[in-house]
């Protein structure tokens, strides 16, 4: 009895991670069809898996009824062989249970494990090739659950679901048979109190999926908080700006109500439990009072007897796991389906069909009457990874119109202005982060949107004003630009970066952890690591945003070396505030609001007396530098 009732347990306590609301959903057209091609390549293991599932069904029986022969034929008419006999086969059988069991859970884990690896690695690989502009908007937490949560959550469709309904069906279907075989009268009455238990477990379990969902927005809650407040960002920001107190006053009232939703909780269920071993209990008694007195009569017999209260025992959980049946279907259903929904938008940014590589050896940058504006958030983005009911719908306005320039192969061309004016955007045109919207950029004299995405990106490196660096080992943040670099050329590389003083001066050297994007080295260390980084890549065309701005004077005058090192015989783009980085620039380019005002090299700039000759004398009338040039 105490089997049944456990798996009767646990079918109930399985509500409290369903959500009943999912019941009510509609599936996507061709759902089904696209989660049968996933599983397509285990169509063997789930075959042999579902014959395990149903062998394992009929040993639910098989017990009981042996149960019933040892004591009508064997006890009660004296036969000892027979009574050891059968205890044998009893025993084989609990053998042979054990072994079905250990097999059925490789083949689950088989399955399941194999369908999150493809799941993962799938969704992972797309999500990669996603633009930029698709994380500007995503919320990252949203998407990795797409990838742990929805992805744990569709391969239980292909085995704990899909073997819980099989097995629990052919189970009900064996149990009430074989009940009804031995003595119908007593199936009717221990099905008669059913409903007893059924009802309020379906209120119960309504109930508990309620709770279960607040907890685990709270807990969401509380994991956003902490993410944001343990990262090294948010704890300088706690540390600068915040009160502790109202931190862990405000923590604490979300951990108390996650603590008495689980008191709550945790009652409910025992309540529920209580309740199923109470029903069972008053089934257990009544079969007996009723079958006790009919074997009294002889109109039944004592091992027939046994096996019913044994197969009532297996009865209640099969019924009470398929009276739910369609909450953990669609449950897992429905996960597969925001799988799908992340796989199927289509990146903004891909190859053309007939992509050509990059082919130009010293490759120049050509703006031609380019035109931008960035793309709609239904373009690139699901309004489920940004947590809102709709996606935003307005179209943004224009950011550059009619920009034309050229920068020569091996030229340096800066690119200066107010914040906002449209600088750094024109720099992710040249890497295709963004595609335009008129005109076209070109490198080496090739269209960015016809040639590969990778070759593009090979032949282009960039440094950004907060360079970022994995939470990882020098090493392995190096060897991101070139996964087979030697030691010798990383050592080369950080030489000429102006940082390898540094490195080689720390206890672990090339081991050394950065630390949570780089905040172990200071702002200077961390730029040229950046440097290093981008000449072990060795790109044709450099791009430069800003990679000096919050530096402090002797940590800018050490990146200038070790940017003058990257810059050498190679065409760069070079965005700056501090203008005196940009005065041998073979072209200055100044942009505000989306257009080029003026275009010319540093001297013929300050001559005409226009916006850069505004910005320079702004920068340095105080120290009186100006006047020297």
Do not use: C
Request: glycine share 8%; proline share 2%; charged share 20%.
């Amino acid at each position: 009895m105490s089997s049944g009732m456990a798996r009767a347990g646990m079918g109930a306590y399985g509500w409290r991670r369903q959500d009943s609301s999912v019941a009510g959903q509609k599936l996507a057209k061709g759902t089904l069809r696209r989660i049968a091609r996933f599983a397509k390549p285990y169509r063997w293991y789930i075959s042999v898996f579902l014959v395990l599932v149903i062998l394992s069904a009929f040993m639910v029986i098989a017990s009981p009824l042996l149960f019933k022969k040892i004591v009508d034929d064997g006890i009660t008419k004296g036969n000892a062989g027979l009574v050891t006999a059968l205890a044998l086969v009893v025993a084989l059988l609990a053998v042979v249970e054990a072994a079905l069991g250990l097999m059925q859970r490789w083949f689950s884990a088989r399955i399941g494990e194999g369908l999150i690896f493809d799941l993962r690695t799938k969704v992972f690989g797309h999500v990669q090739r996603m633009p930029v502009a698709f994380f500007t908007r995503t919320q990252t937490g949203a998407l990795v659950s797409r990838l742990n949560n929805d992805v744990i959550g569709a391969q239980q469709a292909f085995t704990s679901t899909l073997s819980g309904v099989v097995s629990n069906i052919i189970s009900l279907i064996l149990v009430v048979g074989a009940m009804l075989v031995l003595s119908w009268q007593l199936t009717v009455v221990a099905i008669l109190l059913l409903p007893v238990f059924l009802i309020p477990a379906r209120i119960l379990g309504r109930r508990l999926a309620t709770l279960t969902r607040e907890q685990m927005n709270l807990n969401a809650e509380m994991s956003t908080a902490m993410t944001e407040r343990f990262s090294v960002g948010g704890a300088l920001l706690v540390t600068l700006f915040g009160t502790p107190s109202i931190e862990n006053r405000d923590f604490g009232e979300r951990a108390g109500r996650v603590r008495d939703l689980g008191i709550r909780i945790a009652m409910l269920g025992r309540v529920f439990f209580t309740a199923l071993t109470l029903v069972a209990a008053l089934a257990t008694a009544l079969v007996y009072g009723v079958g006790g007195n009919l074997a009294v009569r002889e109109a039944l017999t004592v091992g027939t007897l046994l096996a019913l209260v044994a197969l009532l025992g297996r009865l209640y959980g099969p019924l009470t796991a398929l009276s739910n049946v369609r909450v953990d279907v669609m449950t897992a259903l429905v996960s597969f389906e925001r799988v799908f929904e992340v796989l199927d938008l289509e990146p903004m940014i891909k190859d053309a069909p007939d992509a050509q590589e990059l082919r130009s050896e010293r490759a120049g940058v050509e703006f031609d009457h380019v035109a931008f504006a960035y793309p709609t958030a239904e373009q690139v983005s699901l309004a489920s990874l940004e947590s809102v009911a709709v996606l935003d719908k307005r179209v943004s306005s224009q950011v550059l119109e009619d920009v034309n320039f050229v920068v020569q192969p091996g030229q340096m061309v800066a690119l200066v202005g107010p914040s906002g004016a449209g600088k750094t955007t024109i720099t992710n045109l040249v890497a295709r982060l963004y595609d335009v919207t008129g005109g076209a950029v070109r490198v080496g004299g090739q269209d960015v949107r016809e040639v590969t995405l990778q070759s593009l990106h090979d032949t282009i490196g960039y440094v950004t004003q907060d360079a970022h660096m994995f939470h990882d080992t020098i090493r392995a943040n190096l060897a991101y630009a070139k996964p087979d670099a030697t030691d010798d050329e990383m050592i080369e590389a950080l030489k000429a970066a102006q940082v390898w003083e540094l490195v080689s001066s720390l206890p672990d050297g090339l081991e050394t952890v950065v630390g949570d994007r780089g905040h172990r080295l200071s702002g200077g260390e961390r730029q040229r690591l950046a440097i290093a980084r981008l000449l072990l890549k060795a790109p044709q065309i450099v791009v430069l945003d800003e990679a000096t701005a919050h530096l402090d004077s002797e940590s800018e005058v050490a990146v200038q070396r070790a940017l003058d090192t990257a810059l050498e015989g190679r065409t760069s783009l070079v965005i700056a505030h501090r203008l005196s980085t940009v005065r041998n620039a073979d072209l200055i380019l100044v942009v505000d609001r989306g257009n080029i005002v003026e275009r010319g090299t540093h001297e013929q700039l300050l001559a005409q007396g226009g916006e850069y000759a505004d910005l320079y004398h702004t920068q340095f009338a105080e120290t009186g530098t100006a006047a020297g040039v």
